[in-house]
């Protein structure tokens, strides 16, 4: 990464803890106003500053917790964790559950804010869940997507007071995630079974951070804001910046001050307790699948040459001596939220290979293995599996959803690879699998 760059992102492992008793947080006025510091773009590694997160990620708002009330500060270590919800298609209309449009949500993208005090940049972790009881007792449940943000904007170098709205943009990753409506797509009017949530923590020694409180679903402190939902595609009137759906007046810590934080009730002179967060996503319902495999070299379907036959699953036996190589597809293959990739596995170390693409499916003998799919055929670039493995995010320079035949068409794929010393037939190269991919929009 260039150093230009202000964020470090990386998937993490789940962050558990366990919840006890109510307590109160510290907070203080907000004296500082929040500045845009700009979009990590996740697909590219690169970082536009100042520029409308709205634009970059999204279109759809479908979690709006701006209302500025505040600032508050969680004690060093601590987890904090609030919660909100989605709303499905089954939810009832109204102020306090607005009826949604998909009973899951692809996100890729969020935004939260924050101040400091410290000319030091500053580093957290973020984790999101799906169907989460507050304040539930025993560990955390395993997170559905979670990443750690490093070299964060602080404070001025002579240490005034900075606040910062930062956004991830996600789209065109393996980073988007989903999240259910209403967890589980019905209405229970249960906010354990309806509610999704997420977790902060400060990483940084010593930098004092403070998130930024938001909400305020009765216009108690900051009458400039909209209600319950408002900034969200939900309303029919947008009237602006709102509370989040579902938002309880606490918030949960785990770790330095653990229990249901609240900063000692809703009213006209104590804010709201929960903190900024702005959720974007455009494609609602189950993510399109992936794909399937098919055309096998294990002896479920065609012969392999010289009866060299692999594992379940896998394409001819190689010159590793042991298995065949193996295709697989992940991500969304929607042209319109494209994340999807394929990972080769199984070749022998240092070959070069590249991708077939085709129209048809085939299951026809070719050099050490099996020739799987064939019409309109093109090949993508070469990639050597240094490792005996090789990831392809991209096709020629492009998502793979550009060169697919398009919405409600399936392109076959498959990882063509050199594979020298094979007495067999002396080809010199061989196959995986073949890999089968439905296009949706």
């Known amino acids: 990464m260039q150093a230009r760059h202000t964020f470090t992102l990386f998937a993490l492992s789940m962050l558990g803890a366990a919840a006890s008793a109510q307590q109160s947080m510290q907070s203080q006025p907000l004296t500082s106003p929040l500045k845009n510091a700009g979009t990590y773009h996740m697909s590219t590694g690169t970082w536009t500053r100042g520029a409308s997160p709205v634009a970059l990620a999204g279109p759809e708002v479908i979690y709006d917790n701006t209302c500025i009330t505040g600032i508050s500060v969680p004690p060093p270590g601590t987890v904090v964790v609030d919660s909100g919800r989605l709303p499905s298609t089954n939810s009832p209309n109204g102020p306090a559950s607005m009826t949604g449009l998909y009973d899951d949500y ?27 009881s507050a304040c539930a007792a025993g560990p955390l449940p395993s997170p559905v997507a979670a990443f750690a943000i490093a070299n964060a904007p602080a404070g001025t170098a002579a240490g005034s007071n900075a606040c910062w709205v930062v956004t991830l943009d996600l789209q065109n990753t393996t980073f988007s995630f989903n999240l259910g409506g209403d967890c589980d797509g019905v ?77 000692g009730g809703y009213s006209a002179t104590n804010p709201w307790s929960g903190f900024y967060l702005v959720l974007r996503g455009d494609q609602g319902n189950v993510p399109p699948t992936p794909g399937t495999a098919y055309c096998f070299g294990d002896g479920t379907g065609a012969v392999c040459p010289c009866a ?83 990831t392809y ?47 949706q929009p």
């Open 106 to 132: 692809l996100v890729n993208g969020f935004s939260l804010a924050y101040c400091s005090v410290t000319p030091n940049q500053t580093s957290f972790t973020m984790a999101f869940y799906d169907c989460y």
């Open 187 to 263: 209405y229970d009017n249960v906010a354990a079974t309806d509610s999704f949530a997420w977790s902060w923590v400060e990483t940084t020694a010593g930098n004092g951070t403070a998130l930024v409180l938001a909400g305020d679903p009765l216009g108690l402190i900051n009458a400039s804001c909209g209600g319950i939902g408002d900034g969200t595609t939900f309303p029919t009137a947008m009237a602006g910046p709102g509370s989040g759906i579902g938002q309880l007046d606490q918030v949960e810590g785990i770790g330095g001050l653990q229990g249901c934080l609240t900063l």
């Open 308 to 390: 060299a036959f692999a594992g379940a699953g896998e394409g001819c036996l190689n010159t590793t001596g042991t298995n065949g190589a193996t295709l697989s597809g992940s991500g969304v293959a929607s042209l319109s939220a494209d994340t999807f990739q394929l990972d080769v596995v199984g070749v022998p170390g240092n070959k070069p290979g590249l991708i077939l693409r085709g129209a048809n499916q085939i299951s026809n003998p070719a050099g050490d293995g099996i020739l799987c799919t064939t019409g309109q055929t093109a090949r993508s670039q070469v990639q050597v599996t240094s490792s005996g493995s090789t």
């Open 393 to 439: 995010t991209q096709f020629l320079g492009g998502g793979f959803g550009a060169m697919s035949y398009g919405v409600g068409t399936t392109t076959n794929y498959q990882f063509w690879y050199r594979d020298t010393g094979n007495v067999c037939s002396g080809a010199g190269f061989n196959f995986t699998n073949g890999w089968a991919t439905p296009w």
